[in-house]
Nanobody, 122 residues
Framework: QVQLVESGGGSVESGGSLRLSCAAS????????WAWFRQAPGKEREGVAA???????NYADSVKGRFTISQDNAKNTLYLQMRSLKPEDTAMYYC????????????????WGQGTQVTVSS
């Protein structure tokens, strides 16, 4: 059983930065692919960034050049560094793991965290 706990969300002004963390427990960390998703009220969940077991990454066009996904295997933690934040980045952010497709931005992941809220004001 995999447990995922996100943290690091908050409220920032447009142009600001945040770093989200996702602490994982309950399994062998490097066995799975990882991703960050977000969901705004009234909208579908969308993939933001993904990373495979070899450290290769994939990003949604809307965040390329602004967001960076990374992993610390020693700490069993996934990160999402977000810079130049915009009001349209406002959403609940979720980490996920367990997809059979490396670097997938589709929500076909087995395990999900509870989410952390990011709010960007203009």
């Amino acid at each position: 059983q995999v447990q995922l706990v996100e943290s690091g969300g908050g409220s920032v002004e447009s142009g600001g930065s945040l770093r989200l963390s996702c602490a994982a427990s309950g399994y062998t960390y490097r066995r799975y692919n990882w991703a960050w998703f977000r969901q705004a009220p009234g909208k579908e969940r969308e993939g933001v960034a993904a990373i495979d077991r070899d450290g290769r990454t994939n990003y949604a066009d809307s965040v390329k050049g602004r967001f960076t996904i990374s992993q610390d295997n020693a700490k069993n933690t996934l990160y999402l560094q977000m810079r130049s934040l915009k009001p349209e980045d406002t959403a609940m952010y979720y980490c996920a793991t367990g997809s059979s497709i490396p670097r997938s931005l589709l929500p076909w992941y087995e395990s999900w965290g509870q989410g952390t809220q990011v709010t960007v004001s203009s």
